[in-house]
């Protein structure tokens, strides 16, 4: 099984990208589980939801307290508690267009604890939507990272929206694939 803690703010579509991820998984046939875990906050406060994703399936609901990997899709996030109960060796999928050593300083880890992968999504978002709201140019990093294929996250992206927004957010998933890095 591959749980996946996302990380937002309101407002941002950190629970939609949770969704459209296990979408995905479930057009491969995999058993999923998409939830957020939020009440009343509003439009900017912290965020998080959860994606389980498995070939068996899934009989735990909880929270997810050790995820494989930790999805953050606001910058402004990032400290050393994002990393709390990441597993050994996780992976950390961020929105963040510069130095890679500025982000391992932020987290207070070191170069191989954890995959990293980083997406410059406010900046694609920017450009390709006109908008700050990067959750789908996250996915690019679960597609980087073998969870999720590219025409599993294009499809759930078209059952989700429609016409120009569709095409507009593959295009940004597509762009967000081309300009990540992996260390």
């Not at 939609?16 to 998409?34: F, H, I, R």
């Not at 679960?142 to 996250?153: A, D, I, P, R, T």
Request: net charge positive; aromatic share 8%; glycine share 8%.
């Amino acid at each position: 099984m591959i749980e996946v803690r996302w990380h937002s703010r309101g407002g941002q579509g950190g629970w939609t990208a949770s969704n459209l991820t296990a979408m995905a998984a479930s057009y491969e046939g995999k058993y999923v589980q998409s939830f957020p875990a939020f009440g009343p906050e509003r439009s900017g406060a912290p965020i998080l939801a959860f994606t389980r994703i498995s070939d068996e399936p899934i009989e735990l609901h909880s929270m997810i307290y050790n995820p494989d990997i930790v999805v953050v899709l606001d910058y402004t996030l990032l400290s050393p508690g994002i990393v709390s109960g990441l597993k050994p060796g996780g992976t950390i999928i961020t929105n963040f267009a510069g130095d890679v050593n500025q982000v391992l300083k932020t987290l207070n880890v070191k170069t191989g604890d954890y995959k990293l992968v980083l997406i410059p999504a406010s900046k694609l978002a920017l450009e390709i939507l006109k908008s700050k709201i990067t959750n789908t140019a996250m996915l690019a990093g679960l597609v980087k990272c073998g969870v999720v294929k590219f025409e599993s996250v294009e499809k759930s992206i078209r059952e989700r929206f429609s016409g120009p927004v569709a095409e507009k957010n593959i295009l940004l998933v597509k762009k967000a694939l081309e300009e990540s890095i992996e260390v």
